[in-house]
């Protein structure tokens, strides 16, 4: 009786036992069967996309052949795959980003935005493979006939023997299917028996052989010798008693986890409909997966990442730890207002040139090597000093050291002094006021010259029991001389040629042998007669040396002002240092306008936006990086302020020789560093003494972080 069986829209008639046609009809269900199934060994495709349902499919490798265009996976979750390793993230390799370990080098500028940069990390990633899967397809169908009536196609040929006849493949030739007299057919692949069907039934390379088609959906016999038709594969897959097969056509849900173990699962897509909170992949292997394009790592979009060409700006500040960021240059664009650089560390940054030092270029210095010249008139401030060990003229026009009235000391071109004068007439010529009428000096003799329009003198001043001499030498010191014996009993001697020649003390005058005769002691306080016998009483003599010496004293001139440049003739300046409560010695003072100052003198004072000075406060930059002074008087308005100098107060209580620093509290100066968040530290001066400072404030300071 004939059977008909039904696989995949496909009839097949299964003739009486005896017709000859059995075998090929058989084999034709057994392929269409199989084609419907999934085997383990992988050799059948899915022919519909597959839902597993709630549950994961598990294998060493998931390898997809889809071409580019096409995405290899779609994942709903945004959960982190944990070891997953992929090659790209949107399209970027791992080339394309900086890694935190610094091996990645820039390929182009790298736009900062308005953010910092607090340090700089480096980004890792290791090397691995992980194989895309894709479809297995069916490169063809191969229809045949019965042989009595049709054709082969493609068969390249068919041929017979003594014992069997063979269908042979076009290519290559060791692919054929032989029937023999046995009776037997046997299919060849490679020229190995992979089927043989004989009166037992169908059987494999290896395995039971099968002697039935069953159409039993219920599978009930469990037999190895019979194979079920569709209907009943379909019945026992579709019925609760199948629930536990997976179709092709991808209905099938799984309803447990599927461990493929080493084996792979190849599909143009794998899809993942998973809440975001549970991975979609779970990946034990950290080695890369060579095409597969991320959308996110950790959950980073490759916008929230640094790509070492430069074309992903930062979105916010980066902390680059205790790393460094190395570049060729470091380029800001922020406007003027904001530092372009926050540092903390005051470590001297060894060959950095920078264009202005505390917003002057180096053209508004005054350069130690002498090269930058002053462009204006330099008040040093009162109480202050100049320490050189030279100053000279700058040309030929002499070189002025006056008072602020213009009355001082002048060098003329030549080395000639004149103290009153720019005019002087000898080596040495001190003008209290034009002797008019009275002989001019011969400048080709005199070297001092002590002028007046009235008395002037000459006075040596020296100690009890001192001398007081005025020596004339040549090759022999003191050859002569006259002197002046302060004591008891004070005497002054004439000493001629070495020998003393005369003697004046209290008793009178007392003449040495010397091969003179005194005629007379003349009264006459001229000395007009001019005469070698006569000598002029005290009377006479003090008469005619107080109206002929030099000046007796010096004013003090108290505001000196420089008219050029001050040749110390390698002697130095220098300032008194203070020594009482509330004296101070100025480098640098000027007068300003006050507008706070609650501590009174010595207030540390800090110029404001508007040019005034309020008291500094270490607590915030806005009060803390302006020019800094100390308050010379109590008050507010005009007053007088120093910038660089000495200052002394009893109430202090400094540790010598440790900095000084501006305080947190208004006005005030503090020999501890400001250390909490957002304080400035910026040094002030040093002390000197417990009770005296050096007042020096530095233009730097760093901000507490």
């Not at 022919?47 to 490798?61: E, F, H, L, P, V």
């Not at 082969?152 to 014992?163: D, K, R, V």
């Not at 070189?399 to 002087?424: C, H, N, Q, R, S």
């Not at 009060?623 to 007053?639: I, Q, V």
Request: glycine share 10%; aromatic share 6%; proline share 3%.
């Amino acid at each position: 009786m004939a059977v008909t069986l039904t696989i995949n829209s496909t009839s097949y008639s299964y003739p009486e036992d005896g017709e000859s046609d059995w075998g090929e009809i058989a084999t034709d269900a057994m392929v269409a069967l199989a084609a419907s199934a999934l085997y383990k060994d992988a050799s059948v495709e899915l022919t519909a996309d597959w839902d597993i349902g709630n549950y994961y499919i598990q294998a060493s490798r998931f390898i997809s052949d889809i071409a580019t265009g096409t995405s290899p996976l779609t994942v709903s979750s945004t959960t982190v795959c944990a070891n997953l390793n992929a090659d790209k993230v949107d399209g970027k390799d791992s080339s394309d980003i900086l890694l935190l370990d610094g091996t990645n080098t820039m390929s182009g500028s790298l736009e900062m935005g308005n953010n910092d940069i607090n340090g700089c990390t480096n980004l890792v990633f290791t090397s691995g493979d992980i194989d895309g899967v894709g479809d297995i397809a069916m490169e063809g169908d191969i229809n045949t006939t019965r042989a009595g009536g049709g054709t082969l196609s493609g068969f390249s040929a068919i041929y017979s023997g003594l014992t069997a006849m063979a269908v042979q493949l076009a290519n290559p030739g060791n692919h054929k299917m032989e029937i023999s007299d046995t009776p037997d057919i046997q299919f060849l692949i490679s020229a190995t028996t992979e089927l043989t069907i004989d009166a037992n039934g169908a059987t494999l390379k290896s395995g039971a052989s099968v002697n039935e088609f069953s159409i039993d959906g219920t599978l009930g016999d469990n037999s190895d010798d019979a194979v079920p038709t569709e209907k009943a594969v379909k019945t026992y897959v579709d019925g609760s008693v199948g629930a536990g097969c997976v179709k092709t056509d991808g209905s099938t849900p799984l309803t447990a986890d599927w461990d493929a173990g080493s084996y792979k699962i190849t599909a143009e897509q794998f899809e993942s409909d998973i809440v975001t909170g549970t991975a979609p992949i779970i990946v034990a292997s950290t080695t890369v997966v060579s095409n597969l394009n991320a959308d996110q790592v950790d959950g980073k979009d490759s916008t929230d990442l640094v790509l070492v060409d430069g074309s992903q700006g930062l979105s916010g500040d980066w902390d680059a730890g205790s790393h460094k960021i190395t570049a060729e240059q470091l380029e800001s664009d922020i406007a003027t207002g904001t530092a372009p650089l926050i540092v903390a560390s005051t470590t001297v940054v060894s060959n950095l040139n920078a264009d202005q030092v505390d917003g002057k270029d180096s053209t508004d210095l005054v350069l130690v090597d002498g090269s930058q010249t002053l462009t204006s008139d330099w008040d040093i401030g009162d109480g202050r000093k100049i320490q050189t060990d030279e100053i000279q003229a700058r040309d030929g026009a002499g070189l002025k050291l006056t008072e602020d009235g213009g009355a001082g000391i002048f060098v003329e071109d030549g080395g000639e002094v004149g103290i009153g004068t720019t005019t002087p007439l000898a080596t040495c010529h001190v003008e209290l006021a034009d002797a008019v009428g009275a002989a001019a000096p011969n400048a080709a003799l005199d070297v001092l010259v002590v002028e007046n329009n009235t008395t002037c003198a000459i006075n040596l001043i020296s100690p009890t029991n001192a001398l007081s001499a005025i020596l004339f030498s040549d090759d022999t010191r003191a050859d002569g001389y006259i002197g002046y014996q302060h004591g008891a009993t004070p005497d002054m001697t004439f000493v001629a040629g070495g020998s003393e020649c005369a003697k004046i003390s209290g008793s009178g005058l007392e003449i040495k042998n010397n091969g003179v005769t005194i005629a007379e002691f003349s009264t006459d306080g001229t000395l007009g007669g001019d005469s070698d016998t006569a000598v002029p009483t005290e009377k006479a003599v003090k008469t005619y040396v107080d109206n002929n010496a030099g000046i007796s004293d010096i004013v003090e001139d108290t505001t000196p002002q420089l008219g050029g440049d001050l040749d110390t003739n390698d002697k130095n300046i220098h300032v008194k240092l203070p020594d009482s409560d509330g004296e101070y010695s100025a480098v640098c003072m000027t007068t300003q306008t006050v507008d706070t100052n609650s501590v009174g003198v010595f207030s540390l004072l800090e110029m404001a936006a508007d040019g005034n000075y309020d008291e500094a406060d270490a607590d915030a930059e806005a009060t803390c990086d302006g020019d800094l002074a100390l308050a010379l008087e109590s008050g507010t308005g005009s007053k007088k302020v120093m910038h660089i100098g000495f200052a002394q107060e009893d109430d202090w209580a400094w540790t010598p020789g440790q900095p000084l620093y501006v305080s947190t509290t208004v006005g005030t100066m503090t020999q501890t560093a400001p250390s909490g968040s957002g304080d400035i530290v910026r040094y002030v001066g040093t002390a000197m003494t417990a009770d005296m400072i050096y007042f020096n404030p530095s233009g730097d300071y760093y901000e507490v972080q």
